[in-house]
């Protein structure tokens, strides 16, 4: 699987941070993420995942499988973010009326 190299640059400029930070935050050595938007290198699918994590995109949008520039994951850290973990946590226990009334709370908060 490959990636598109114009759309990881957008990524990480439209993120605004700089290729160190991009290698930092994805959890590679910075002359490695180098060489990924050289072209000289590509990441594996396991890396790829985490450069769509961390700039909010999709997999399919990094290898130009999609135009859509929109995140399809969303990951929720039990140690950053506990009590939104929790709730969903809880999830599979909720009917399809408690969901769709959680989900609608949640909407009037924004």
């Known amino acids: 699987m490959n990636i598109n190299i114009d759309r990881l640059i957008e990524c990480r400029m439209k993120t605004g941070i700089s290729k160190?930070?991009?290698?930092k935050r994805i959890g590679v050595a910075q002359p490695t993420y180098l060489r990924y938007e050289s072209g000289d290198r590509a990441p594996s699918l396991h890396v790829i995942k985490n450069?769509?994590?961390?700039?909010?995109?999709?997999?399919?949008?990094?290898?130009?499988?999609?135009?859509s520039s929109d995140?399809?994951?969303?990951?929720?850290?039990?140690?950053?973010?506990?009590?939104?973990?929790?709730?969903?946590?809880?999830?599979?226990k909720w009917t399809e009326k408690q969901l769709k009334r959680l989900l609608a709370y949640a909407e009037k908060l924004n």
């Open 20 to 23: 160190h930070e991009a290698a």
């Open 51 to 67: 450069i769509a994590e961390v700039f909010n995109t999709s997999v399919e949008y990094l290898t130009g499988e999609s135009d």
């Open 71 to 92: 995140s399809n994951c969303i990951t929720i850290h039990k140690d950053t973010e506990p009590e939104i973990f929790q709730l969903l946590q809880n999830r599979t």
